[in-house]
């Protein structure tokens, strides 16, 4: 009777450990996803406002031109080189 239980404890540990690493997964993405968005975040949001304004029937000439602004910073922002000396300095 007791070789039977603790069968069944070692399962639901299996079972729990599976979920805990299913869990520590989805944090990662959502870190990295977190992460992405904050780098490419105006860029983001000017395209999908412009989306939003062509499915509107609208121009989005101007939400285009926001797009393309945002990226152009973006990566100049990303060709500067960046150590530990500035950290914490312009990433607001």
């Known amino acids: ?4 239980l603790s069968g069944k404890s070692k399962f639901r540990n299996q079972l729990g450990q599976g979920m805990t ?3 520590i997964v989805v944090a990662l993405i ?6 992405v968005y ?3 975040g105006q860029t983001l949001r000017s395209q999908t406002a412009g989306i939003a304004l062509e499915l509107s029937g609208q121009s989005a000439s ?4 926001q797009a393309k602004s ?3 910073q973006a990566q100049g922002a990303a060709n500067q080189r960046r ?4 950290y914490g300095g312009g990433n607001r």
């Open 30 to 35: 959502a870190v990295a996803a977190i992460g």
């Open 38 to 40: 904050g780098f490419f």
């Open 62 to 65: 101007e939400a285009i031109n």
């Open 83 to 86: 150590g530990l000396d500035d």
């Open 21 to 23: 690493e299913y869990l």
């Open 1 to 4: 009777m007791n070789a039977k």
């Open 70 to 72: 945002a990226a152009t």
